[in-house]
T-cell receptor, first 114, second 114 residues
Framework: ETGVTQSPTHLIKTRGQQVTLRCSSQ?????VSWYQQALGQGPQFIFQ???????GRGNFPPRFSGLQFPNYSSELNVNALELDDSALYLC?????????????FGPGTRLLVL | AQSVTQLGSHVSVSEGALVLLRCNYS??????LFWYVQYPNQGLQLLLK??????LVKGINGFEAEFKKSETSFHLTKPSAHMSDAAEYFC????????????FGTGTRLTIIP
């Protein structure tokens, strides 16, 4: 059983650019959640996808968008990057509906916006 | 609204001493509570979780936490600290186990003194 993986591990972008981060869920999981962790802070919930549909969203603007694919992998897209978007982006997968719904986190993608 | 407060952004203990990391929550409904650990440059690893069963929860690496409704607390303890325990610890709360966003505290950095 493979764990949650994310790519790339590090990324540098400039203000105004667009970025796509990728997450591969743990085998058998049907739900993925994305979190933003700014330096020195706890993770903040961005949104969650369940069976390819958005299933809850935190206090993030629409330029943060996502996709979940039939194989339950996921993407986080951020348009019009701002300096404050610099953070560690974490995805977490879980299996909703089976009684064991713990969220398992990937290692994260560290994004730096210059 | 649900929230988590972690008292003490930095805690230092001597190797072999008791570890106590504090977490208080605010929730209008019975909460689900979690402790996660984050090692440098890594994602989050689940230590333990409270899901309304036993109030004393045992986790991995010798950690345990006790849910005290009257004190709205979920403090994390370990009887004897080990050098490998040095990491960032996050307390998190959720309304619904798994199918809901996690709300994290700001974290406590644990340093172990040799």
């Amino acid at each position: 059983e493979t764990g949650v993986t994310q790519s790339p591990t590090h990324l540098i972008k400039t203000r105004g650019q667009q970025v796509t981060l990728r997450c591969s869920s743990q085998s058998g999981h049907n739900t993925v959640s994305w979190y933003q962790q700014a330096l020195g802070q706890g993770p903040q919930f961005i949104f969650q996808y369940y069976r390819e549909e958005e299933n809850g969203r935190g206090n993030f603007p629409p330029r943060f968008s996502g996709l979940q694919f039939p194989n339950y992998s996921s993407e986080l897209n951020v348009n019009a990057l701002e300096l404050d978007d610099s953070a560690l982006y974490l995805c977490a997968s879980s299996l909703v509906g089976a009684g064991e719904e713990t969220q398992y986190f990937g290692p994260g993608t560290r994004l730096l916006v210059l | 609204a649900q929230s988590v407060t972690q008292l003490g952004s930095h805690v230092s203990v001597s190797e072999g001493a008791l570890v106590l990391l504090r977490c208080n929550y605010s929730s209008s409904v019975p909460p689900y509570l979690f402790w996660y650990v984050q090692y440098p440059n890594q994602g989050l690893q689940l230590l333990l979780k409270y899901t309304s069963a036993a109030t004393l929860v045992k986790g991995i690496n010798g950690f345990e936490a006790e849910f005290k409704k009257s004190e709205t607390s979920f403090h994390l303890t370990k009887p004897s600290a080990h050098m490998s325990d040095a990491a960032e610890y996050f307390c998190a709360v959720s309304f619904n186990f798994g199918n809901e966003k996690l709300t994290f505290g700001t974290g406590t950095r644990l340093t172990i003194i040799p």
